[in-house]
């Protein structure tokens, strides 16, 4: 069972605060979604006590991607299309807009404004911006920090610590962190290439820079990537070294990491959306490598080998296809003959399937990538045990998904080096879930959901409405007796 992420099927929602439960989402292309019959085990059911109560906090918000509880007691939002930061009263709702980016370039796909964190009176933020003209457009990522006045609420003073980063429409990553070390982390994803309309460019997940791309701040290979940062955007001087050279990678071989938490003494956790199988919960360790492409999930050889499209030699004349690979497309290495040193595997995947396993499951039609055993984890929050309102919560991660509308609660070791026991699913609506806040008297769990896309397969149906999009939810949990 080690290779499966036990799981509490929808049973749970019976069982487990049944009052929260709803029809589970699906997914708009590209960020994938949830399956209603995949190879999920189960495990004993966990007693959180009785039901939370639901609210819709506040709605109405385009395309939000970040929440975060700030300094001032409010929920701040970042809007990906909207291109503003939202400041939310945690109690009435009520909204105010913080600051409008009018440079941020977004399509509506995963690019936009991204990632917010704060530092010490300051605020930094990461968004996606044309470098290029209208005519020809150059897509590229930057940081930015704003002097933060709490008393005023408002931001100001920008300044660009890291800019000319990769930057694309699909896999992004694009989650922005401040360490208890006081270094800021950033995730890039793989640009989505090797698949759709990118499929003939490569994958540079492992790719590595050269000391003079470093000294020339060509940053093209931190794609596939989590970054470190100094708080002005320098290379720290205790980052990795990896393979001689020491740059602002902290670890590589990344597919779509959005999801980063530090946990106990300063762990560093991520989740990454896998492939058609296979997202992954990830332990972060300086200079290590985490697979993609070669590995998804586990190094098993289950249901995974890396397909190359971007190596066909006629790959401008050839059709994606996810299930049929031509024969003129290279295939990788099984995972289990890949090997580096630097190479470690995952804590936990949602879900790993064997070889075999029905892609193409009826119950969605054409849209298959619906019932794809993955989760499509939007990010990871860390629940600390002080205070928790239910020992199942306390030390645990929680993992928002986009495909069904459910909360993962993943139990830590005292330590924080390994998930243990089952896997808790909660909170179930008929939303996509994108980013989680947790107030500190951690009585409520806020969740923010997508503005669009399928609220995913039941029965065979499916259905474009979402049952309160471009939301923050507030569920308020209760003491079991």
Same mark, same amino acid.
């Given at each position: 069972?080690?290779?499966?992420?036990?799981?509490?099927?929808?049973?749970?929602?019976?069982?487990?605060?049944?009052?929260?439960?709803?029809?589970?989402?699906?997914?708009? &292309?590209? =960020?994938?979604?949830?399956?209603?019959?995949?190879?999920?085990?189960?495990?004993?059911?966990?007693?959180?006590?009785?039901?939370?109560?639901? +609210?819709?906090?506040?709605?109405?918000? %385009?395309?939000?991607?970040?929440?975060?509880?700030?300094?001032?007691?409010?929920?701040?939002?970042?809007?990906?299309?909207? +291109?503003?930061?939202?400041?939310?009263?945690?109690?009435?709702?009520?909204?105010?807009?913080?600051?409008?980016?009018?440079?941020?370039?977004?399509?509506?796909?995963?690019?936009?404004?991204?990632?917010?964190?704060?530092?010490?009176?300051?605020?930094?933020?990461?968004?996606? #911006?044309?470098?290029?003209?209208?005519?020809?457009?150059?897509?590229?990522?930057?940081?930015?920090?704003?002097?933060?006045?709490?008393?005023?609420?408002?931001?100001?003073?920008?300044?660009?610590?890291?800019?000319?980063?990769?930057?694309?429409?699909?896999?992004?990553?694009?989650?922005?962190?401040?360490?208890?070390? /006081?270094?800021?982390?950033?995730?890039?994803?793989?640009?989505?290439?090797?698949?759709?309309?990118?499929?003939?460019?490569?994958?540079?997940?492992?790719?590595?820079?050269?000391?003079?791309?470093?000294?020339?701040?060509?940053?093209?290979?931190?794609?596939?990537?989590?970054?470190?940062?100094?708080?002005?955007?320098?290379?720290?001087?205790?980052?990795?070294?990896?393979?001689?050279?020491?740059?602002?990678?902290?670890?590589?071989?990344?597919?779509?990491?959005?999801?980063?938490?530090?946990?106990?003494?300063?762990?560093?956790?991520?989740?990454?959306?896998?492939?058609?199988?296979?997202?992954?919960?990830?332990?972060? /360790?300086?200079?290590?490598? #985490?697979?993609?492409?070669?590995?998804?999930?586990?190094?098993?050889? /289950?249901?995974?080998?890396?397909?190359?499209?971007?190596?066909?030699? %006629?790959?401008?004349?050839?059709?994606?296809?996810?299930?049929?690979? &031509?024969?003129?497309?290279?295939?990788? &290495?099984?995972?289990?003959?890949?090997?580096?040193?630097?190479?470690?595997?995952?804590? +936990?995947?949602?879900?790993?399937?064997?070889?075999?396993?029905?892609?193409?499951? =009826?119950?969605?039609?054409? =849209? #298959?990538?619906?019932?794809?055993?993955?989760?499509?984890?939007?990010?990871? =929050?860390?629940?600390?045990?002080?205070?928790?309102? %239910?020992?199942?919560?306390?030390?645990?991660?929680?993992?928002?998904?986009? $495909?069904?509308?459910?909360?993962?609660?993943?139990?830590?070791?005292?330590?924080?080096?390994?998930?243990?026991?089952?896997?808790? /699913?909660?909170?179930?609506?008929?939303?996509?879930?994108?980013?989680?806040?947790?107030?500190?008297?951690? $009585?409520?769990?806020?969740?923010?959901?997508?503005?669009?896309?399928?609220?995913?397969?039941?029965?065979?149906?499916?259905?474009?409405?979402?049952?309160?999009?471009?939301?923050?939810?507030?569920?308020?949990?209760?003491? &079991? $007796?």
């Amino acid at each position: 069972m080690k290779r499966w992420l036990a799981s509490t099927m929808p049973l749970v929602c019976a069982v487990l605060w049944a009052a929260a439960c709803a029809p589970p989402p699906g997914t708009p &292309p590209r =960020e994938s979604s949830m399956p209603t019959r995949s190879r999920q085990p189960s495990g004993p059911v966990a007693q959180l006590g009785p039901p939370p109560t639901m +609210k819709v906090l506040t709605s109405g918000l %385009n395309h939000p991607w970040s929440l975060t509880w700030g300094p001032d007691n409010r929920l701040w939002v970042t809007e990906k299309t909207g +291109k503003r930061v939202t400041r939310i009263d945690p109690v009435t709702g009520a909204t105010s807009t913080v600051l409008t980016i009018p440079e941020v370039s977004a399509s509506g796909a995963q690019d936009g404004l991204l990632g917010l964190a704060f530092g010490n009176e300051v605020v930094y933020l990461a968004y996606s #911006y044309n470098a290029g003209t209208d005519a020809a457009p150059d897509l590229r990522g930057k940081i930015v920090r704003y002097a933060y006045d709490q008393a005023a609420a408002t931001l100001r003073d920008p300044v660009d610590i890291l800019s000319g980063l990769p930057a694309s429409r699909d896999h992004d990553a694009g989650r922005l962190r401040v360490g208890p070390d /006081q270094k800021l982390y950033y995730s890039i994803g793989d640009m989505g290439n090797n698949q759709f309309d990118r499929a003939c460019l490569p994958i540079r997940a492992q790719d590595l820079p050269t000391a003079e791309q470093v000294a020339a701040k060509d940053w093209s290979t931190y794609v596939g990537k989590i970054l470190r940062l100094n708080p002005d955007g320098g290379v720290p001087d205790d980052n990795p070294v990896i393979h001689g050279v020491r740059s602002h990678i902290y670890t590589y071989g990344h597919r779509n990491p959005q999801g980063l938490a530090f946990g106990p003494g300063g762990r560093l956790f991520s989740s990454e959306h896998g492939p058609k199988t296979d997202d992954e919960i990830n332990l972060i /360790q300086a200079g290590k490598n #985490y697979g993609w492409p070669f590995v998804a999930g586990f190094r098993d050889d /289950q249901a995974y080998r890396y397909a190359n499209w971007s190596a066909a030699p %006629n790959c401008a004349q050839l059709k994606y296809d996810d299930y049929d690979i &031509p024969a003129s497309v290279p295939l990788g &290495p099984k995972e289990t003959e890949w090997n580096d040193p630097d190479y470690v595997e995952p804590l +936990k995947t949602l879900y790993t399937v064997p070889t075999g396993h029905n892609f193409k499951d =009826e119950t969605c039609a054409e =849209e #298959y990538d619906l019932c794809w055993p993955s989760i499509a984890p939007a990010s990871v =929050e860390y629940f600390p045990p002080e205070g928790a309102p %239910n020992p199942a919560l306390a030390n645990a991660l929680l993992v928002p998904s986009l $495909k069904n509308g459910s909360l993962y609660v993943l139990k830590l070791t005292q330590d924080g080096g390994s998930v243990q026991g089952d896997v808790v /699913q909660l909170f179930r609506t008929g939303n996509r879930y994108r980013d989680t806040a947790i107030s500190p008297d951690r $009585k409520t769990i806020y969740i923010l959901t997508d503005s669009e896309g399928l609220a995913g397969p039941q029965s065979g149906a499916q259905s474009g409405k979402l049952d309160n999009p471009g939301s923050v939810l507030a569920f308020t949990l209760t003491v &079991p $007796k």
